[in-house]
């Protein structure tokens, strides 16, 4: 199995190098705070987002919350800071001859979280991300290309953790995941168990994702999206609103001006 992994992953990570030679880019997490998993997931988007009407071809790179003593990554703990967090990038090229709002930008990611649930198997994912919901815009520079960074306030999105979540097919999947991140770094030593959840308190309950995202133009129709949040939920008491995100600033952004955009 292991060596069936390993080969998946290094023919895998040879087509995400093809792919950014396609798009004539790549994107490189050079600081990756402690909060979340020392590595990077790379992922063909172009299926994905086709099938929720987007016309673009992609790579999304991707990293989750770090290891709790389980285990586990603390995306998935319920009462853990990182639950529901997510940081990376899209690297996008928009098929379409148009401008692009920052709602198309934003719907990249909204089509990315329906994949996910529905990989965890949630019978209705959902997730809805509105631009007006932005709190905040100012300009950002990521790797001497200049963008902006927009501060979103809250958009619903059910989490990833429910009765469906350990599957035989999301079993697969996330042995894949494990193997990725071992590829782009061989001292994880990741598993397909570090990423499907041992404790189960809720059912895809609604949390509403906080957070950042900074848009790059390289060049017409070519962008990198980077993304960071965090969630605001209901405590254990299901009384009061926690938001995780205000703890989560200063890494999300640190990171995001540690990005280096390579042309390859």
């Given at each position: 199995?292991?060596?069936?992994?390993?080969?998946?992953?290094?023919?895998?990570?040879?087509d995400?190098?093809?792919?950014?030679?396609k798009?004539?880019?790549r994107?490189?997490?050079?600081?990756?705070?402690?909060a979340?998993?020392?590595?990077?997931?790379?992922?063909?988007?172009?299926?994905?987002?086709a099938?929720?009407?987007?016309?673009?071809?992609?790579?999304?790179?991707?990293t989750?919350?770090?290891?709790?003593?389980?285990?586990?990554?603390?995306g998935?703990?319920?009462?853990?800071?990182?639950?529901q967090?997510w940081l990376g990038?899209?690297?996008?090229?928009?098929?379409?001859?148009?401008?692009?709002?920052?709602?198309d930008?934003?719907?990249?990611?909204?089509?990315?979280q329906?994949?996910w649930?529905?990989?965890?198997?949630?019978?209705?994912?959902?997730?809805?991300?509105?631009?007006k919901?932005?709190?905040?815009?100012?300009?950002?520079?990521?790797?001497?290309?200049?963008?902006?960074?927009y501060?979103?306030?809250?958009g619903?999105?059910?989490?990833a953790?429910?009765?469906?979540a350990?599957?035989i097919?999301?079993?697969?999947?996330?042995?894949?995941?494990?193997?990725?991140?071992?590829?782009?770094n061989?001292?994880?030593?990741?598993?397909?168990k570090n990423?499907?959840?041992?404790d189960?308190?809720?059912?895809?309950?609604?949390v509403?994702?906080?957070?950042y995202i900074?848009?790059v133009?390289l060049?017409?129709?070519?962008?990198?999206?980077?993304?960071?949040?965090?969630?605001?939920?209901?405590?254990?008491?299901?009384?009061e609103?926690?938001?995780y995100?205000?703890?989560?600033?200063?890494?999300i952004?640190?990171?995001?001006?540690?990005?280096?955009?390579?042309?390859?």
């Open positions: 199995m292991n060596i069936f992994l390993k080969l998946f992953a290094s023919i895998y990570t040879k995400m190098r093809h792919l950014e030679k798009i004539g880019y994107v490189i997490f050079s600081k990756i705070p402690e979340w998993i020392n590595g990077m997931m790379t992922l063909d988007m172009e299926e994905s987002w099938k929720h009407g987007i016309k673009a071809c992609g790579v999304n790179y991707w989750l919350g770090h290891l709790t003593k389980d285990g586990v990554s603390s998935l703990v319920r009462g853990d800071e990182h639950y967090s990038a899209y690297l996008v090229k928009f098929k379409e001859d148009r401008e692009f709002t920052i709602q930008h934003f719907n990249l990611a909204v089509a990315d329906k994949n649930l529905e990989d965890f198997g949630d019978p209705q994912p959902f997730i809805e991300m509105p631009a919901d932005i709190t905040h815009t100012e300009p950002i520079s990521i790797s001497g290309y200049s963008g902006t960074l501060e979103f306030g809250g619903p999105s059910h989490s953790v429910g009765s469906k350990n599957t097919r999301n079993k697969i999947l996330m042995a894949l995941t494990g193997a990725m991140f071992d590829k782009y061989k001292k994880l030593h990741l598993s397909g990423f499907i959840p041992k189960i308190p809720t059912n895809y309950e609604t509403m994702l906080t957070g900074a848009v133009e060049e017409k129709n070519v962008k990198v999206v980077l993304y960071g949040n965090g969630a605001a939920l209901l405590d254990d008491r299901g009384e609103v926690v938001d995100t205000p703890a989560l600033k200063k890494d952004l640190t990171a995001f001006k540690a990005v280096e955009i390579m042309k390859v």
